[in-house]
């Protein structure tokens, strides 16, 4: 047995996310950490990095349009608890609210903000370890423009205080150590010194910031964990949010191409938060990705399509110019071209939509052909309603399925046709009017329309309004 010492295991953690503020910079009626970032909630990307860190508690401190906020964020993490701020005093002030829901924890805490998204689980890990030798640490960064963030004062024993920048001196002010916000430490030991916190600063506010000088002044030690400036970037405008959906989608990119993924003009594909897709996928121009979709290895996407909440199976081949829906699920080979939208339905390897077709609500079978124009007609204005297809089937273009209806295996049905009524196994469906001629009735008409419009207007012959 080895006698070496063994590292510490990290203590519990607890997470608090304060997501209170109104953002009115953004000039909205949106709460601030709602606004969409890469598909999903700005506040969703900070959830989702929380949950990968399993924390044993995960509370969001709501303000501003609480209700929308919570309902986002239950969403996106069901396991949340909330606490209110109802009045907007400070930080340390939100992060005291959510001392009932922290009630009983005993190890870290630590705090985060709605409206930063990009702190790496990585980052917070170094700060869970810095721990070990601090009793309190600060997430900060280097600043090519320090600007207005506050300052962080270090001293031969690690971080002495935060000053804001409304409360710096010029000399605290030219230091470029800046705060992001993000604090760990101690549950309990945080929430004893937030109660020491008072509010005599320019702004009269309650600041978290505060707690690493009372810290120190109790004899405790404060650390700095420091990370890349862009990973600190917080949301307070559009220009701000511009350059976080611009920042994330360059780093999406990147991650595409290096795990196999061809895109033939990166610059113009948008991923989601969640975007998957497998190596050896092609993605064209001028695709959009929404939240939920899943790409496997070997498909094509073509250019100018659009998905949201899909999976496209492995040799399958989407557009260009097509539209996947939530609930589309497409088998391996499956092939849906041009001005084509699905939306939840499934169609089975190797079937075939090829243009100008709109499937919804509907199950397509292995190897079946729908012709061009066609609709599952599966809407009464009340109620969606089921279309099957079965394997092999051929629909004729311009075919409406009127939902529910049953199409059998190797049936076929006539082009123009509009089916109301299942069809049988290897039958044919023919469902339209017989044709009438009527000879010489067109020109007819068209001379009696030609001289009532005369009549109107006292001119005779073309004009623009013709052809």
């Known amino acids: 047995m080895s006698l070496a010492p063994q590292p510490l295991a ?8 304060l997501a209170a503020g109104q953002g009115s910079r953004m000039n909205s009626d949106l709460p601030k950490v709602l606004h969409p970032l890469a598909g999903v909630p700005l506040i969703a990307h900070v959830l989702r990095m929380a949950q990968g860190l399993e924390p044993a508690r995960l509370v969001v401190v709501t303000g501003h349009g609480a209700e929308a906020v919570e309902r986002a964020v239950a969403e996106h993490a069901p396991e949340a608890v909330f606490a209110h701020q109802a009045e907007q005093k400070g930080t340390a002030h939100a992060v005291a609210q959510a001392r009932n829901a922290l009630a009983g924890f005993e190890g870290d805490l630590l705090v985060l903000y709605g409206d930063t998204p990009f702190v790496r689980a990585e980052t917070v890990q170094a700060m869970q370890a810095a721990r070990a030798d601090h009793a309190l640490v600060v997430l900060g960064f280097q600043a090519a423009d320090p600007g207005r963030y506050g300052r962080l004062v270090t001293d031969g024993e690690g971080l002495e205080r935060i ?56 004899g405790l030690s404060a650390g700095v964990v420091r990370c890349d400036e862009g990973e600190t970037l917080g949301i307070n405008t559009r220009a701000e949010l511009a350059l ?12 595409a191409l290096e795990s196999g ?7 113009t594909v948008f991923m989601a938060l969640d975007t998957m897709i497998g190596r050896d996928a092609v993605i064209g121009p001028n695709v959009v990705f929404g939240p939920g979709v899943t790409v496997e290895t070997g498909a094509e996407i073509r250019a100018f399509c ?7 199976s492995r040799g399958a081949v989407v557009g260009p110019f097509a539209r996947l829906r939530p609930g589309a ?14 939306k939840n339905a499934v169609l089975d390897e190797g079937a075939k939509v090829n243009h100008l077709s709109y499937i ?13 124009g066609t609709v599952t007609c599966n809407y009464d204005g009340v109620m969606k309603h089921h279309t099957t297809i079965g394997a092999r089937a051929f629909i004729g273009s311009d075919t409406m399925l009127v939902a529910p209806v049953r199409v059998g295996a190797e049936a076929m049905t006539g082009s123009g046709s509009v089916i109301t009524e299942d069809v049988p196994e290897g039958a044919l469906a023919l469902g339209r009017a017989a044709q009438v001629v009527k000879p010489e009735l067109a020109r007819r008409l068209m ?14 012959g073309r004009d623009q309004g013709e052809g």
Do not use: W
């Not at 699920?329 to 699905?342: K, P, Q």
């Not at 001379?447 to 005779?460: C, P, Q």
């Open 261 to 267: 993924v061809t895109l033939t003009a990166p610059e």
């Open 360 to 372: 919804g609500d509907a199950s397509v079978g292995e190897g079946a052909n729908i012709g061009a």
């Open 329 to 342: 699920e497409l088998a391996e080979d499956v092939r849906v071209g041009n001005f084509v939208e699905i």
């Open 447 to 460: 001379a009696r329309l030609k001289a009532v419009k005369a009549s109107k207007t006292g001119k005779g």
């Open 163 to 218: 000053v804001e920048f409304k409360d710096a001196s010029p000399e605290e002010r030219a230091i470029t150590l800046c705060n992001s916000g993000v604090l760990c430490g101690g549950a309990g030991q945080i929430m004893g010194l937030i109660d020491a916190v008072g509010n005599a600063n320019a702004a009269g506010e309650y600041y978290l910031t505060d707690t690493v000088a009372l810290a120190r002044a109790k």
């Open 244 to 255: 976080a959906e611009a920042g994330f989608q360059a780093r999406a990119r990147v991650e």
């Open 306 to 312: 659009h998905l949201e909440g899909c999976h496209v």
């Open 10 to 17: 990290p203590h519990p953690l607890a997470i608090v996310i």
